[in-house]
C-alpha cells in the first residue's frame, strides 16, 4: 500500500509541477504600465545664508512626473528579454540640490523640467534552474508569470536599474509605493551606479537557493559625476557591487537580511587634494585622475512582526575621500521604521508608515564644504555641520481596485545638507500612482 501511495504522491507532483510548467509557457509576453505624480509644498524657513547649491529659503510648490510602459518577451528556454521605454518631467523642489536626503525619489537631476522620453530598461536575462522545488511567479512590472526553480544562476545584461536587483528592502525601497526619500530608496551611503536618469550599463549574476542569494554586478561609469555619457575606457571606469541576501522566519513571519559591499572606480575628484589647491574656494572637479576609487557596505533588513505589520533597518557606510559620482552625498547613513496595513481598520491594501534618518559626512568632505566647496547636488559657501536628521510619515490609500493609489506625505528635515544655520524643513506631498 505504501508503495502505491508513494506512487500516487510521485504522479501528483510531477504532474503539478508539469502544469505549472506549462502555465510558465503560456505567458510569452508581458505589457505593464505605471504613472507616479508627486506634487510637494515647502513653507518658507529660516535660514542665516545660502548658496548656489542650498534649498531655496521661500515658499515652494513642485511636480514630477514618470511614466513607464514595460513589455517582456520569453524568447527561449530560461531567457526573457525586457524594454522599458520612459517619459519624465517636472522638477525638485530648488531644483533638486541643497538637501542630501531629498525628499522626493522620483526627481532626476536633469537640466530641463521639460518631460523626455528616453530608454529606462533593456536587457536580456538568462536562467538556469535545477532541481524539484520550484517557486510560483505571479505576473508583475518585468516579471513574466509561471514558475521558477528555488534553484538556480541567473545572468542579466543591458540597461537596468541597479535597484531592480540590490537592497531590495521589503518596506523601504520604491518612492513610487513607499517612503519618498531619497535615503530610504536604498542604502543611503552606496553611491549606486547610474545615470543622471537612474540607470546602467552592465551585467548582473544572481545564485539563488531556498533561503539565500548571492548578487554581483559589474557596471560602468559615467564620465562626469551626474552625468549621462558612458565612460569608454571601461578598465578605468567601473563599478563592483556583491550582496548576499539571507530569508528566513522569526515566530512563523518571515524576514530578511542583505549584506552589500560595492567598489566604484573611476575619474574622481580629491576632496583634500581640492582644498590643499585651494583653501579658500575649493573646486574638487579640478582634481579627478583615474585611479581613484570609492568603496563602502550597507546592511539592510526587513522583519514582519505580525501578519499586518513589519519594521525595517538599514546602516550604510563609504569611505568619503573621493567626490561623489552617482547618487547622492551621504557618506554615512542610518534609516529605521515601520509599516502597519490598514486591516485592523477594515482598509486591507492601505499602509500607514514611519521613518527616521539620520546621514552624516566623512570628513573631508565636510571639510571640502566647509570652505565652501561645491558638491553636485548640496553647499551652501559655508558649513556648520551637523548630521543632516529626517523623518518621513505617509499613508497610502487603495483608491481603486489595487491599481491607483493616492499617498499623502510629510517630512521633517533637521539640517537640511548637513548645516545647522539652515532650517528646520517642511515638506508636505501628494503622490498619485496607477500601475496595471
Do not use: C
Not at 338 to 357: P, S
Amino acid at each position: 500500500m505504501k508503495k502505491y501511495l508513494l506512487a500516487i504522491n510521485l504522479f501528483l507532483a510531477t504532474a503539478l509541477l508539469a502544469s505549472a510548467q506549462d502555465t510558465l509557457k503560456k505567458e510569452r509576453f508581458s505589457f505593464h504600465f505605471q504613472q507616479t505624480i508627486i506634487t510637494q509644498y515647502k513653507p518658507a524657513f529660516g535660514a542665516k545664508y545660502t548658496g548656489d547649491n542650498s534649498l531655496q529659503t521661500g515658499t515652494e510648490t513642485q511636480s514630477s512626473i514618470t511614466s513607464t510602459l514595460y513589455g517582456g518577451a520569453r524568447l527561449w528556454k530560461g531567457a526573457e528579454a525586457y524594454f522599458n521605454p520612459e517619459i519624465s518631467g517636472g522638477s525638485g523642489l530648488s531644483k533638486t540640490l541643497g538637501v542630501a536626503g531629498f525628499p522626493n525619489g522620483e526627481t532626476f537631476r536633469v537640466g530641463s523640467a521639460s518631460p523626455s522620453i528616453y530608454i529606462g530598461r533593456l536587457y536580456l536575462k538568462q536562467t538556469f534552474g535545477w532541481g524539484n522545488e520550484v517557486d510560483t511567479l505571479q505576473p508583475d512590472l518585468n516579471q513574466l508569470g509561471g514558475v521558477r526553480s528555488k534553484r538556480y544562476l541567473s545572468i542579466t545584461a543591458g540597461k537596468f536599474g541597479m535597484a531592480d536587483y540590490f537592497d531590495g528592502n521589503e518596506f523601504s525601497h520604491d518612492p513610487r509605493t513607499q517612503f519618498m526619500n531619497w535615503s530610504l530608496m536604498d542604502n543611503g551611503a552606496w553611491d549606486y551606479p547610474a545615470n543622471t536618469r537612474g540607470y546602467v550599463l552592465g551585467a548582473v549574476a544572481e545564485l539563488g537557493m531556498p533561503d539565500w542569494s548571492l548578487r554581483f554586478a559589474f557596471t560602468a561609469s559615467t564620465t562626469q559625476a551626474n552625468g549621462a555619457i558612458w565612460d569608454q575606457q571601461i578598465g578605468k571606469a567601473n563599478t563592483q557591487t556583491l550582496e548576499f541576501e539571507k530569508r528566513y522566519t522569526i515566530n512563523g513571519f518571515k524576514g530578511t537580511t542583505r549584506v552589500l559591499g560595492f567598489l566604484n572606480n573611476g575619474k574622481m575628484g580629491n576632496y583634500n587634494q581640492a582644498l590643499a589647491l585651494n583653501p579658500t574656494a575649493p573646486n574638487v572637479d579640478t582634481t579627478q585622475a583615474y585611479g581613484r576609487h570609492k568603496y563602502g557596505f550597507g546592511i539592510s533588513a526587513d522583519q514582519y512582526l505580525s501578519k499586518n505589520f513589519g519594521v525595517f533597518a538599514k546602516v550604510s557606510y563609504n569611505d568619503g575621500h573621493t567626490q561623489t559620482w552617482y547618487f547622492t552625498e551621504i557618506d554615512r547613513s542610518v534609516s529605521f521604521g515601520a509599516t502597519l496595513k490598514g486591516a485592523g481598520w477594515n482598509r486591507k491594501d492601505d499602509e500607514l508608515a514611519l521613518a527616521f534618518i539620520g546621514n552624516g559626512l566623512s570628513t573631508p568632505h565636510r571639510d571640502y564644504l566647509a570652505a565652501g566647496g561645491y558638491g553636485f547636488l548640496i553647499g551652501d559657501g559655508k558649513l556648520n555641520y551637523a548630521p543632516e536628521m529626517i523623518a518621513e510619515l505617509y499613508y497610502k490609500i487603495n483608491a481603486y481596485q489595487n491599481k491607483f493609489f493616492l499617498s499623502p506625505d510629510y517630512q521633517f528635515i533637521v539640517n537640511p545638507a548637513y548645516n545647522k544655520d539652515r532650517g528646520p524643513v517642511n515638506v508636505f506631498s501628494i503622490r498619485a500612482h496607477v500601475e496595471f
